[in-house]
C-alpha cells in the first residue's frame, strides 16, 4: 500500500458507532444468552451449485444437485436473493475481515506470495500497485491494508473464536498470513494460500513421504488424516466438530469460521458422492465437481447435528456464503462450461457480471429470522463485519480502518423494508488471466434495477436493467444515456473518495480514466 492509503487506513476511525468511543470490555458486554456464531463459507460456489432456488424459479442446475442440508437450513431461515461478494478470493475475504469494499482496501487480486503480483500480463495495460500483500493488523508491512478485524473485536468481548479451513487474506511472509493475528484463538488448516494442493489424504494434502510440503497450497495441520482415506472437506469438518466440543466445555460463546477448500480446484473427486452422479449422465469432470458440492453440504449437515445434538442449535446463527461466483468463465461460458455454470448469470468467477458476483446467502437466527422467510434487498460480503458484531450484541468499538458495509440485521428481525435503491460498487483494476465477457480492468456500480460495467481498457460502458434481464443480455447503454451519465458520475465520484486505484496505460505511463471523465 501506497503511503496515502495507509495513512488513510491509520487515521480515519471506523463508523459513527465507533468513532472516538472507547473499547468495551468483556464484562460490560456479558449478557447471559449471547449467542454462537457460525459463518460457514464455500470457496468459488456459484450462486447455481445447489438445489436450493435463489432465482424465482427452480432451474435445470437445481435439479443436478444435491444440498439437502442447504434446504433444511433454508426451511430454517432466510434466504438472499441478492447477496454479493468481490468477484475474486482475496478481495472478497478481505471485505468480510475489515468491513471495507475492495476499493477502499485494494488488495483487488488473489494474494499468494509476499511482495508478488498475481496478474497476468496485458499487451495495453498494466496493474495499479495494489496490496499484493492483502491486509495486517499492524502497519510496517508495504503493499496492506492496515485493519482490525470484527473476529478480534469478538475476542475482546469474551467470545472463543475458530478458524478451520481457507484464509488468504495475507501473502506468505507477511503478517497477515496468520488467522491469530486477526483475533482467532485456535486455527486449523488456514495459512497464506488461495486452494488446495489435493483434496486427496493419499496425496497428503500436498506433502511428501518426508512431510515437507510440494506446493504452496499444501493444506497444514492435518497429519492425523494422511493416508487415511479421508476427504479434505470431510477432514476440516471432524476438526471443526472437536474444536466445537472444547469450545462447549469452556462455556462462554463461540464464533467458528468454517471456511472450506472445497469447492476450488483441484476438481477432485469425493469418493462418497461420484458414482450417483456419474449414473445422472454427468461427465467425469462435472461428476467431481459435483461430488465436492455435495461433500461441502454434507460438512454443514454434520454442524447442524452437533448444535442440536449438543443442545445448541437454539442459542446460535448459522451464516452461510460464497467467496465468489463459481469458475464457469472462458470464451465458451454460455454454453460450454469448465465442469458448472451459473444460468441464467452471465459468466463466473473473476467476472463483475453477475455470475462472478451473485452468491448464495442463508441465515439462521432462532427466534430471528422467520423460517422459510426469502430476502430480495442488496447485500454485499463487506456488510458482515457490522451485521455479526451486532448479532454478539457488540454496538460501539474501535478500528483504524473506514468500514463500508452496513448491519443487515434489521433485515434479519423483518423491521426494515426490502429497499431496492443501495447503491454498490465493485473495482477490478486487476488482469486475472482468464478470458470472458466482463473478465479484468473494469469497475461496477449497481443502484436498484441498474447495473454499469466500464472497462477502464476499452473505456465501454454497459447498462443492464437486472429487473428485467437477470442474465445481463441486453445492453441498455445507447438507448438510456441519461442513466449511464448518472451511474457513471457516481461510480466515478465513489471510488476517488474510497482511494481506489487504476490500471496504467503502458503507451502514456498515466492511469485510465474514471468512468465519469
Not at 115 to 123: K, M, Q
Not at 307 to 312: I, M, P, Y
Not at 453 to 471: P, Q
Request: charged share 20%; net charge positive; aromatic share 10%.
Amino acid at each position: 500500500m501506497n503511503r496515502h492509503h495507509t495513512a488513510l487506513a491509520l487515521l480515519a476511525p471506523l463508523s459513527s458507532v465507533a468513532l472516538g468511543s472507547p473499547l468495551p470490555s468483556a464484562a460490560a458486554q456479558s449478557a447471559p444468552q449471547r449467542p454462537n456464531i457460525i459463518l460457514f463459507m464455500v470457496d468459488d460456489m456459484g450462486w447455481q451449485d445447489t438445489s436450493v432456488p435463489f432465482w424465482t424459479r427452480r432451474t435445470d442446475l437445481n435439479d443436478t444437485y444435491r444440498t439437502p442440508n442447504m434446504e433444511r437450513l433454508a426451511r430454517q431461515g432466510m434466504l438472499f436473493t441478492q447477496a454479493y461478494a468481490s468477484a475474486i478470493s482475496s478481495p472478497s475475504r478481505c471485505s468480510l475481515l475489515t468491513g471495507a469494499n475492495a476499493a477502499r482496501h485494494c488488495v483487488t487480486n488473489w494474494t499468494r506470495q509476499r511482495d508478488r503480483v498475481t496478474d497476468a500480463p496485458d499487451s495495453l495495460l498494466q496493474p495499479p500497485q495494489w496490496n499484493c500483500n492483502g491486509i495486517c493488523q499492524v502497519p510496517g508491512t508495504p503493499h496492506t491494508f492496515v485493519a482490525r478485524s470484527y473476529v478480534d473485536i469478538l475476542r475482546a468481548a469474551g467470545y472463543h473464536t475458530i478458524h478451520v479451513g481457507k484464509a488468504h487474506w495475507g501473502a506468505a511472509g507477511t503478517p497477515g498470513e496468520q488467522p491469530a493475528h486477526f483475533g482467532f484463538e485456535v486455527n486449523i488448516a488456514g495459512h497464506a494460500a488461495g486452494g488446495p494442493a489435493t483434496y486427496l489424504s493419499e496425496r497428503r494434502y500436498g506433502y511428501d513421504a518426508d512431510g515437507r510440503p510440494t506446493y504452496d497450497f499444501a493444506v497444514p495441520h492435518l497429519q492425523a488424516y494422511w493416508d487415511t482415506g479421508t476427504f479434505l472437506t470431510e477432514a476440516l469438518t471432524q476438526e471443526a466438530l472437536k474444536a466445537l466440543d472444547r469450545a462447549q466445555a469452556y462455556r462462554q460463546p463461540f464464533y467458528l469460521y468454517l471456511s472450506h477448500y472445497a469447492v476450488h480446484v483441484p476438481i477432485d473427486r469425493d469418493p462418497r458422492y461420484f458414482d450417483k452422479y456419474k449414473q445422472q449422465g454427468l461427465s467425469d469432470k462435472e461428476a467431481a465437481y459435483a461430488s465436492l458440492v455435495e461433500g461441502m453440504d454434507k460438512s454443514l449437515g454434520d454442524v447442524l447435528d452437533w448444535l442440536e445434538r449438543n443442545g445448541q442449535a437454539d442459542n446460535t446463527i448459522v451464516i452461510f456464503m460464497s467467496d465468489n461466483g463459481g469458475y464457469a468463465t472462458g470464451t465458451a461460458w454460455r454454453d460450454a462450461p469448465l465442469y458448472t455454470q451459473n444460468r441464467p448469470l452471465r459468466c463466473g468467477k473473476g467476472s463483475l457480471h453477475e455470475g462472478g458476483i451473485r452468491e448464495p446467502l442463508l441465515v439462521r437466527w432462532p427466534g430471528v429470522t422467520r423460517p422459510g422467510s426469502r430476502q430480495d434487498a442488496c447485500v454485499i460480503i463487506e456488510d458482515f463485519f457490522p451485521t455479526i458484531l451486532e448479532m454478539a450484541g457488540i454496538r460501539r468499538y474501535q478500528v483504524p480502518q473506514v468500514v463500508d458495509g452496513r448491519s443487515f440485521v434489521p433485515l434479519l428481525q423483518g423491521r426494515a423494508p426490502s429497499r431496492h435503491d443501495r447503491t454498490l460498487i465493485w473495482n477490478y483494476p486487476n488482469a486475472w488471466g482468464d478470458t470472458g465477457p466482463g473478465i479484468d480492468l473494469n469497475c461496477a456500480i449497481r443502484q436498484g434495477r441498474w447495473k454499469l460495467l466500464y472497462s477502464y481498457k476499452t473505456r465501454r460502458r454497459e447498462l443492464y436493467d437486472l429487473s428485467a434481464d437477470i442474465g445481463e443480455e441486453h445492453d441498455l447503454a445507447a438507448i438510456r444515456p441519461d442513466v449511464v451519465r448518472r451511474l457513471s458520475r457516481q461510480l466515478g465520484r465513489r471510488l476517488r473518495a474510497m482511494g481506489a486505484q487504476r490500471p496504467i496505460v503502458k503507451a502514456t505511463g498515466l492511469p485510465c480514466p474514471w468512468p465519469d471523465e
